[in-house]
DNA sequence: ATAGATGCAAAGGGTTTGCACTTGA
DNA sequence: TCAAGTGCAAACCCTTTGCATCTAT
């Protein structure tokens, strides 16, 4: 990440414009709004890139291909709508996960994953 | 699944023989032990085909490729070793996820992963 | 000027599919 | 017998990589 490129400033922008986890060709939509001859390889690279430097982190639910946010929000779990595919960030987490582990398990971290109809669906 | 195969007959055995969740070259590799010549085309098919009879449940983490364990257990979640990369299961459930739930969710279904050592790997 | 960045196309890795051959009933 | 099932190889999809070209510094 040494240079300032159209395509960089284009790919971070998109991540600040849309508040939810983003998969690599929602980037590349997104992206050509912004640069027109934007390319799959430049997001996969930048996409790399920007998680090395911690600007991004990788949110990998169950089955689905990894999307990607933006690093320093609180810890937080996701709600997966299965109306419309969409991902939610939900500001709460269950704890007490240590008791749930078997003797002699050493417990570092946990993943909390809701599945449903986000409110839109719901109505529907 | 109108026939009964020596392969399909070898892939279930695998399921039976081993206790913990399978990825499709883990079934080839056991498979081949019982049918010398089971191709890798034949376990996707029968894994997907027991899929569909309900015989088989998916199990899919965070970051994972599918794995596959036979259905019929209760509900439950599996712990990640970081050390050795196999895949438990836990008996429990946090329970009370209904409260993360964001207003006019519905929330039909959760998955919850553990990380951490398991005990032979906390242990060395 | 020049090394880093880009875009295209080819290569990889895992899963599915087409097709001729095999085999269970 | 003969359609379901199998194995091989090709096709696919998503991601990464090689390379010639472009561009930020």
Redesign the interface.
């Known amino acids: 990440m040494e240079r300032k490129t159209r395509q960089r400033d284009a790919i971070r922008q998109v991540f600040e414009e849309i508040p939810r986890p983003l998969g690599p060709q929602e980037v590349l939509d997104a992206g050509r709004e912004h640069v027109a001859g934007l390319g799959i390889a430049t997001v996969y690279r930048t996409i790399n890139a920007l998680l090395d430097t911690g600007w991004l982190v990788?949110v990998?639910?169950?089955?689905e291909p990894?999307r990607y946010e933006r690093a320093g929000a609180a810890h937080h779990?996701h709600?997966h709508c299965?109306g419309c595919a969409r991902v939610?960030e939900?500001p709460?987490?269950?704890?007490?996960?240590q008791?749930?582990?078997?003797?002699?398990?050493?417990?570092?971290?946990?993943?909390?994953?809701?599945?449903?109809?986000?409110?839109r669906c719901?109505?529907a």
Do not use: N, Q
């Open positions: 990788p990998e639910l169950p089955g990894p779990h709600f299965r939610y939900i709460g987490c269950p704890g007490d996960l008791e749930l582990t078997p003797a002699g398990f050493a417990l570092e971290g946990h993943e909390v994953v809701l599945y449903g109809r986000c409110a719901a109505a």
